[in-house]
């Protein structure tokens, strides 16, 4: 039983294309993010849901749509890819601010 | 800003062999996480600890809150040690600051 799942696990795409990766955790949580990891590894927050509402946008440009259609669920559409936007992606979940987070499997976007 | 360093970036080392992680942190924290890396990307986590001590197998970990750091002890450690260790530490602001890993290769 997958505590926090993400689809796909790969995506490859072409630059300008609109892309979505969804995610899915049944830990009951309240809260949910959005990482990125580079190519050096470094991982940094995207967004911060809680309740269905934002509650952190990391400076990211709003070609970023995150969706949290119920508690369980946030997703991430990005319109008009471009090649500085191939990383994994990282979905997390927790019981709100400094509980201990979960993270999904990831998912490798690459952008040609 | 918020930092949070991590040491040493890389440590190599033979089966078997005890090693020591450290993460220093700039401000208090109320969630301290320590998480492996493991060469298939999944993001394992190890440690949820804000202060105090912790062990899991051959696995420690200790945060000194009041001087801001923690370190990760990895006693006899094996090829499946091996991977990036991440600290991550949140200031109450709903979002982990990670630091930059150590990345630890374990030879048999």
């Known amino acids: 039983d997958t505590a926090v799942s993400q689809t796909p696990k790969y995506l490859v795409t072409q630059m300008g294309n609109d892309k979505s990766i969804k995610c899915e955790q049944n830990l009951g949580h309240d809260t949910m993010y959005w990482y990125k990891q580079d190519s050096k590894k470094f991982l940094k927050i995207m967004f911060s849901y809680n309740n269905k509402e934002l509650i952190i946008n990391e400076t990211v440009p709003n070609r970023f749509s995150p969706k949290s259609p119920d508690k369980a669920h946030l997703n991430l559409h990005i319109n008009s890819l471009e090649l500085g936007d191939s990383a994994v992606y990282f979905c997390?979940?927790?019981?709100?601010?400094?509980?201990?987070?979960?993270f999904g499997p990831g998912t490798r976007l690459t952008v040609l | 800003g918020i930092q949070v360093e991590q040491s040493p970036p890389d440590l190599i080392l033979q089966e078997g062999a005890n090693s020591t992680l450290r993460c220093n942190f700039s401000?208090?924290?109320?969630?301290l996480q320590w998480f492996h890396q493991n060469p298939w990307g999944q993001l394992i986590n190890l440690f949820y600890i804000p202060s105090g001590t912790k062990q899991n197998g051959r696995l420690s970990a200790t945060t000194v809150a009041t001087e801001r750091y923690s370190l990760l002890y990895i006693s006899s450690s094996q090829t499946t040690d091996s991977g990036v260790y991440f600290c991550?530490?949140?200031?109450?602001?709903?979002?982990?600051?990670f630091g930059a890993g150590t990345t630890v290769t374990v030879r048999a």
């Open positions: 401000d208090s924290v109320n969630n």
């Open positions: 997390a979940s927790s019981h709100g601010a400094g509980h201990e987070q979960f």
């Open positions: 991550a530490v949140e200031f109450g602001d709903y979002k982990l600051s």
